[in-house]
């Protein structure tokens, strides 16, 4: 259970985009902290953003040592906030049987707002 909120907590609070009228916006501050990965969540090519669905979030992997894969955008705001209400329990019996997905993984059912290329860490990889 830990495990599934931390990727909450992960891709909301640290990496979390929302749409706004005028395109996305971010509200994590582990992207805010960084110019580069600032300009990769919101410019690049790179990285998926897919719409915030939060059993999904609770079943995916993150990066702690890279720039994100994944990017979960918010309708709004007030998505965030009402997170705080939700009784988490069923949640985790929901995705309790359903494996974990690696970071740039895309998933069934998943509402992509822009699929990435995967450009970034391909290139990153030893050959």
Excluded: K
């Excluded at 992960?10 to 929302?18: A, I, Q, S």
């Excluded at 994944?70 to 007030?78: H, S």
Aim: aromatic residues 10%.
């Amino acid at each position: 259970m830990l495990a599934e909120l931390a990727r909450v907590y992960w891709y909301t609070v640290e990496f979390g985009l929302v749409n706004q009228p005028d395109g996305l916006r971010i509200y994590g501050s582990g992207i805010l902290s960084s110019s580069a990965e600032t300009r990769l969540a919101l410019e690049d090519s790179s990285p998926h953003r897919v719409r915030f669905a939060l059993p999904r979030v609770m079943r995916t992997r993150y990066r702690i040592d890279d720039f994100q894969e994944v990017y979960f955008v918010l309708d709004n705001l007030t998505q965030l906030l009402d997170l705080a209400q939700i009784d988490f329990m069923p949640l985790y019996g929901q995705v309790a049987g359903l494996p974990a997905l690696d970071p740039g993984e895309l998933a069934t059912g998943d509402q992509i707002i822009r699929q990435g290329t995967g450009a970034y860490h391909r290139g990153r990889q030893a050959p």
